[in-house]
């Protein structure tokens, strides 16, 4: 009888599919085998492998996660590791069954801890209007306040993640655009739709960085292919740098810069979309989620917004006055 293939050898075969067939990235693939080298380790020390570990062994396993303090968002991914290996060796025909199949991940708190309101964003975009328009602004010090009000709307619009957003093309600021091509995780592209405000902010930013052409030391600058080119080792502006000056223009507009950050204006565009009436599985889309359980992380808007309709609309609902 051929010996059973070891935890390493199923754990390398696993991560090659991964890449393969759904075109995972590098940071993913060192999450899953960090997550499954933990894993293969404690089911070593309970005598068994991925090949013979049963349904209680893994739930020995979670209840040991949980002993360790792991926070419940992250035995929610160790489980989601399980889950696409065990369903990895039953289509592979390496097991016959998965043990995975009927656990139960561990109860989740709020996904959005931070969330801006409509009106929050509103006075963010009118501030960094207001600093773009300033007539006693340096050339310079115009240029940087353009990027910023661009980048806050096109964030805004399109609810891109923050590393898709300061990697934009100079292309994707063509002219009468009404979609962008985005390159996101995997390596995949989608179409994402632009807005009236955020194409015309990426005109009045193109316009501007063309102008600083006239200026020798802008040269290399508006010549990149970068819609937002910075003379770093990347070539275009840092999420960091962007993070930065996303929280100086929160300050500035009133509210707590710990509140206010890229990720924070992507839950955003997803939440306010949703609670006006936007479709779960078309946010999924815009966002760029492989999985529609990481975008059901917004439930809530929806749930909130269904009782609001029931309250108001039902013929039966109570009515106050």
Same mark, same amino acid.
């Given at each position: 009888?051929?010996?059973?293939?070891?935890?390493?050898?199923?754990?390398?075969?696993?991560? !090659?599919?991964?890449?393969?067939?759904?075109?995972?990235g &590098?940071?993913?693939?060192?999450?899953? #085998?960090?997550?499954?080298?933990?894993?293969?380790?404690?089911?070593?020390?309970?005598?068994?492998?991925?090949? !013979?570990?049963?349904?209680?062994?893994?739930?020995?396993?979670?209840?040991?996660?949980?002993?360790?303090?792991?926070?419940?968002?992250?035995?929610?991914? %160790?489980?989601?590791?399980?889950?696409?290996?065990?369903?990895?060796?039953?289509?592979?025909?390496?097991?016959?069954?998965?043990?995975?199949?009927i656990?139960?991940?561990?109860?989740?708190?709020?996904?959005?801890?931070?969330?801006?309101?409509?009106?929050?964003?509103?006075?963010?975009l009118?501030?960094?209007k207001?600093?773009?328009?300033?007539?006693? &602004?340096?050339?310079?010090?115009?240029?940087?306040?353009?990027?910023?009000?661009? *980048?806050?709307?096109?964030?805004?619009?399109?609810?891109? %993640?923050?590393?898709? *957003?300061?990697?934009?093309?100079?292309?994707?600021?063509?002219?009468?655009?009404?979609?962008?091509?985005?390159?996101?995780?995997? +390596?995949?592209?989608?179409?994402?739709?632009?807005?009236?405000?955020?194409?015309?902010?990426?005109?009045?930013?193109?316009?501007?960085?063309?102008?600083?052409?006239t200026?020798?030391k802008?040269?290399?600058?508006? &010549?990149?292919?970068?819609?937002?080119?910075?003379?770093?080792?990347?070539?275009?502006?840092?999420?960091?740098?962007?993070? %930065?000056?996303?929280?100086?223009?929160?300050?500035?507009?009133?509210?707590?810069?710990?509140?206010?950050?890229?990720?924070?204006?992507r839950?955003?565009?997803?939440?306010?979309?949703?609670? +006006?009436?936007?479709?779960?599985?078309?946010?999924?889309?815009?966002?760029?989620?492989?999985?529609?359980?990481?975008?059901?992380?917004?439930?809530?808007?929806?749930?909130? #917004?269904?009782?609001?309709l029931?309250? !108001?609309?039902?013929?039966?609902?109570?009515?106050?006055?």
């Open positions: 009888m051929p010996s059973k293939p070891s935890d390493t050898k199923l754990t390398g075969l696993f991560l !090659d599919m991964l890449a393969a067939e759904q075109g995972a &590098a940071n993913t693939l060192d999450a899953y #085998r960090r997550d499954l080298t933990d894993f293969s380790e404690f089911l070593g020390q309970a005598g068994h492998t991925f090949v !013979d570990a049963q349904t209680q062994t893994l739930r020995d396993y979670l209840a040991d996660l949980d002993t360790r303090g792991f926070k419940s968002t992250s035995v929610a991914r %160790r489980l989601s590791a399980m889950r696409h290996l065990y369903r990895f060796l039953l289509n592979e025909r390496i097991r016959g069954d998965d043990p995975a199949a656990l139960s991940g561990p109860k989740r708190g709020r996904g959005l801890p931070k969330v801006l309101s409509i009106s929050d964003v509103d006075r963010m009118r501030r960094a207001e600093l773009s328009e300033a007539e006693d &602004a340096s050339p310079s010090k115009r240029l940087r306040a353009l990027r910023l009000y661009c *980048l806050l709307e096109v964030l805004y619009a399109t609810g891109l %993640r923050v590393s898709e *957003l300061v990697a934009l093309p100079r292309s994707a600021a063509k002219r009468d655009a009404r979609m962008i091509v985005v390159r996101g995780k995997g +390596n995949k592209e989608r179409l994402v739709p632009l807005n009236e405000a955020s194409r015309q902010a990426m005109a009045d930013y193109l316009a501007a960085t063309e102008a600083a052409k200026e020798k802008k040269d290399g600058l508006a &010549a990149s292919k970068w819609l937002f080119p910075s003379f770093g080792e990347s070539g275009h502006l840092t999420r960091q740098h962007f993070a %930065r000056d996303l929280k100086e223009l929160a300050v500035a507009s009133g509210l707590q810069a710990r509140l206010v950050s890229p990720h924070v204006l839950h955003a565009f997803a939440s306010h979309l949703l609670h +006006n009436g936007a479709d779960l599985r078309i946010v999924q889309t815009l966002l760029g989620h492989t999985d529609i359980s990481t975008t059901q992380i917004y439930t809530h808007v929806v749930e909130e #917004r269904l009782k609001s029931v309250r !108001d609309l039902h013929p039966l609902a109570e009515k106050s006055g």
